[in-house]
């Protein structure tokens, strides 16, 4: 059966796919847990919010006892029993705007919360590719090594059997059984780091890699420099999830603002009482109805501290903004010339190799008939061995650099690698709790509440999607495309 490493993040490799995405959902679990129950906990803040909006309802019962000792000529003796039930109701009419930029804030930090698990996915996804790309490479690399020593054997044996019919000197046998030597321990040492290697996939997939197919195409790669910045500004994680936040800090300054609005609510209690006054029963209803208006004169600074406070965290937030977009702008730099690089590398390296396989066979044939010493073959085959070792090591550099612009762009998701993955759908959580409490009104209440919201004017702050809106300078390779795997 293929192991189930990279096939699990992606759906190119056709067999064992119900194993695959078992796998990739199970880790998506072990990791992603945590962020989950948070992403959850910061779904109820939009319940809690629009809570502001419905009317709170109560009921209280209460008995009492009173006896008092009063002169004969007053009656003497008097107890007093009272029973009483009241039922209550209240209704926010009107905030000044608060309830309405609480509301805004909770679906600003909902949404950044969602970015943020993106993040979490592509970091995760990430893990899982570079593992897997590290368990083939020193596979190859042990393959590589493994071969060496063989030849290498091969070599001394040989130089050994010429030196005992007088043909070689003792100089070339030991020339031989250094390089031999040398290929041993070189072999120990790449089996020692495809065992790191291995440790680390069994930590991030959850289960230790067998033989691993190739590396599947990572779809999705921008075709230019330019359309990398242009994805990046518009869909990376990190600056889409600052933008969210400062529209939810920003919130948050019209709801301190709102304050020192007028608030209006209506107030209602109905409730029966029975009183026994010297046995005789009194027996009365009352209801209560009116509307408070409420409007702060003196909060003793209070409302003005918690305005300069929210105003501070919204500049702190918009500062994080352009802070991402500049680490946005960097990093596809950094992968873009990544895979530039390692794409040069990997067609100098296959031209590397090829050359050294016909100068080391040409080196062996040269040497059995006397036009070769020992030290020219040991060098031809060492050369060989180096070039194959830069080769794979040129391809998965390339490769992960590849998912490394990926995910600095946005695209480095399960949704885009796999197909009809079962993963985690935070909107339809959302939806399971959105509703809880809701009354028919809740939509005109939010409507009048918005008229008197306070609006707190963004500065130098535009949409997730807008292009290259910070003004970043950005800088890459000149070369129109990436390499196509």
């Given at each position: 059966m293929?192991?189930?490493g990279i096939d699990q993040v992606f759906d190119?490799?056709?067999?064992?796919?119900?194993?695959?995405?078992?796998?990739?959902?199970?880790?998506?679990?072990?990791h992603h847990a945590a962020q989950r129950a948070q992403q959850r906990a910061l779904d109820e803040a939009f319940v809690q919010a629009r809570a502001g909006y419905r009317p709170s309802l109560g009921a209280s019962i209460s008995e009492s006892y009173a006896e008092s000792d009063l002169p004969k000529k007053f009656g003497g003796s008097v107890e007093t029993k009272s029973t009483s039930l009241t039922l209550s109701a209240s209704q926010t009419l009107f905030s000044g705007g608060r309830i309405a930029a609480n509301v805004s804030a909770a679906e600003a930090q909902i949404l950044a919360g969602r970015e943020g698990l993106r993040a979490a996915e592509a970091a995760v996804l990430q893990q899982v590719i570079s593992a897997y790309a590290d368990?083939?490479?020193?596979?190859?690399?042990?393959?590589?090594?493994?071969?060496?020593?063989?030849?290498?054997?091969?070599?001394?044996?040989?130089?050994?059997?010429?030196?005992?019919?007088?043909?070689?000197?003792?100089?070339?046998?030991?020339?031989?059984?250094?390089?031999?030597?040398?290929?041993?321990?070189?072999?120990?040492?790449?089996?020692?780091?495809?065992?790191i290697s291995r440790a680390a996939y069994a930590a991030v997939v959850g289960r230790a890699?067998?033989?691993?197919?190739?590396?599947?195409?990572?779809?999705?790669?921008?075709?230019?420099?330019?359309?990398?910045?242009?994805?990046a500004d518009k869909n990376a994680p990190a600056i889409r999830q600052a933008v969210l936040t400062e529209r939810a800090s920003r919130a948050k300054v019209d709801a301190a603002k709102a304050a020192n609005h007028p608030s209006v609510a209506a107030t209602a209690s109905y409730g029966p009482s029975n009183s026994a006054l010297s046995r005789q029963d009194i027996y009365s209803n009352q209801f209560v109805?009116?509307?408070?208006?409420?409007?702060?004169?003196?909060?003793?600074?209070?409302?003005?501290?918690?305005?300069?406070?929210?105003r501070e965290q919204n500049t702190a937030d918009r500062i994080d903004i352009e802070k991402q977009r500049r680490g946005a702008v960097q990093q596809v730099s950094q992968a873009w010339s990544n895979i530039l690089?390692?794409?040069?590398?990997?067609?100098?390296?296959?031209?590397?190799?090829?050359?050294?396989?016909?100068?080391?066979?040409?080196?062996?044939?040269?040497?059995?008939?006397?036009?070769?010493?020992?030290?020219?073959?040991?060098?031809?085959?060492?050369?060989?061995r180096?070039?194959?070792?830069?080769?794979?090591?040129?391809?998965?550099?390339?490769?992960?650099?590849?998912?490394?612009?990926?995910?600095?762009?946005?695209?480095?998701?399960?949704?885009?690698l796999l197909d009809s993955p079962k993963l985690y759908d935070a909107q339809a959580a959302f939806k399971k709790v959105r509703s809880a409490g809701a009354t028919p009104l809740d939509g005109l209440a939010g409507a009048f509440d918005s008229l008197g919201r306070p609006h707190t004017k963004p500065i130098g702050v535009t949409s997730p999607s807008s292009e290259n809106a910070s003004g970043v300078v950005r800088t890459g390779p000149g070369l129109d495309a990436p390499p196509v795997r």
């Open positions: 293929r192991d189930a190119d490799l056709q067999q064992d796919q119900g194993h695959q995405h078992r796998q990739i959902e199970s880790a998506e679990r072990r368990v083939r490479r020193d596979q190859e690399a042990v393959a590589i090594q493994q071969e060496n020593v063989t030849v290498l054997k091969n070599q001394f044996d040989e130089a050994k059997a010429k030196f005992e019919v007088g043909q070689l000197t003792r100089t070339d046998t030991a020339q031989a059984q250094a390089q031999y030597a040398q290929a041993k321990g070189a072999l120990t040492t790449a089996k020692a780091q495809l065992e890699p067998a033989s691993l197919a190739a590396e599947p195409t990572l779809p999705g790669l921008p075709a230019s420099v330019e359309e990398a910045f242009d994805l109805a009116g509307v408070t208006v409420s409007q702060p004169l003196f909060t003793g600074g209070l409302n003005e501290s918690l305005i300069r406070q929210a690089s390692a794409r040069a590398n990997v067609a100098t390296d296959e031209e590397a190799v090829s050359a050294a396989r016909v100068a080391a066979e040409g080196a062996r044939e040269e040497y059995r008939v006397g036009r070769r010493i020992t030290l020219d073959v040991l060098q031809a085959e060492k050369q060989v180096d070039a194959e070792l830069a080769l794979v090591q040129a391809r998965h550099d390339g490769y992960l650099a590849e998912a490394q612009l990926l995910a600095a762009v946005g695209r480095l998701e399960a949704r885009n």
